[in-house]
């Protein structure tokens, strides 16, 4: 079962004093089927820079992994220890990508998007593999993901959590 996390999002009252408009526990929780890998949505933008009005919850929509043209998305993944018996098709069913695309396969979670994406690893240890390299992270290990093919790999016995900022970018 993944950490709850809390969600503090501020906003404007209607006379554009700064407030508090949200404070709880995340709700936009999904566990993945294929491998039991839990992320939860924190925050999504459809547009850069970002509208600030409104008071929508951005989090409460459907999104695959990438963020939508133009746009952003926040979210904490708590990997599980791997299961070997998890198929690079089923992995990539269940994170919305194609199952022929993204280069080669070392592991049933290769994948490539179209963003950068800014990670911060928040407790735990995972593997990062790249189409030949790949390197061991820990607790506090900043990461820039630039549009490369990539797996995690969480080869340990603990699950460990992951901070994601994806932000849309120019098609390599």
């Known amino acids: 079962m993944a950490v709850e996390v809390r969600r503090v999002v501020t906003g404007h009252d ?7 408009a949200r404070d709880g526990i995340a709700q936009k929780v999904r566990m993945r089927a294929a491998n039991g890998i839990t992320s939860t949505m924190l ?6 820079p970002s509208d600030n009005s409104g008071d929508a919850d951005k989090a409460e929509r459907e999104i695959g992994v990438a963020p939508p043209d133009g746009g952003s998305i926040f979210r904490i993944v ?6 070997d018996s998890v198929s690079n098709e ?7 990508l194609d199952p022929d695309g993204g280069g080669p396969v070392r ?25 030949e390299e790949e390197t061991h992270l820990k607790a506090g290990d900043v990461i820039i993901q630039r549009g490369t093919n990539h797996a995690w790999a969480n ?17 390599l």
């Open 14 to 20: 209607k006379d554009g004093t700064a407030i508090i």
């Open 43 to 48: 925050w999504v933008e459809d547009e850069t």
């Open 78 to 83: 708590e990997f599980t220890p791997d299961d």
């Open 90 to 96: 089923e992995m990539k069913k269940e994170l919305g």
């Open 107 to 131: 592991h049933p979670g290769m994948h490539r998007t179209r963003s950068v994406d800014y990670a911060i690893v928040l407790s735990g240890e995972i593997d990062m593999l790249m189409d």
């Open 155 to 171: 080869r340990g016995t603990e699950n460990c959590r992951v901070a994601f900022i994806l932000i849309d970018a120019k098609e």
